[in-house]
């Protein structure tokens, strides 16, 4: 079993910076490929970022590719999302997710989710 609790979330001006971090419980946190989501008001929630077991491939939704940075601290069970320039369309409550076995780059079929932080970007 593992626990995620997502922080960092809040209220930002449009082309500011925010970081996200996601604490892990457990032992086992190494094992798991890590993702971020996001679900803004009204749609589907959606793959943003994703990053493997150790950390040496990451992968990104084409709307973030070079604004957003996903890295992880295995010794920390930590988790972080590094997010530039926001625009008011990366406006959504994200959510950290684990994997065992996969990066998915789909919302179903996730291990583990966190319960959300809420980022709203002012335009």
């Known amino acids: 079993q593992v626990q995620l609790v997502e922080s960092g979330g809040g209220l930002v001006q449009a082309g500011g910076s925010m970081r996200l971090s996601c604490a892990a419980s457990?032992?086992?946190?190494?094992?798991?490929?890590m993702e971020w989501f996001r679900q803004a008001p009204g749609k589907e929630r959606e793959f943003v970022a994703a990053?493997?077991?150790?950390?040496?491939?990451?992968r990104y939704v084409d709307s973030v590719k070079g604004r957003f940075t996903i890295s992880r601290d295995n010794a920390k069970n930590t988790v972080y999302l590094q997010m530039n320039n926001l625009k008011p369309e990366d406006t959504a409550v994200y959510y950290c997710?684990?994997?065992?076995?996969?990066?998915?780059?789909?919302?179903?079929?996730?291990?583990?989710w966190g319960k959300g932080t809420l980022v709203t970007v002012s335009s």
């Open positions: 457990g032992r086992t946190f190494s094992s798991y490929h």
């Open positions: 997710a684990a994997d065992r076995y996969y990066i998915r780059h789909t919302p179903g079929g996730v291990d583990y």
């Open positions: 990053i493997s077991r150790s950390g040496d491939s990451t």
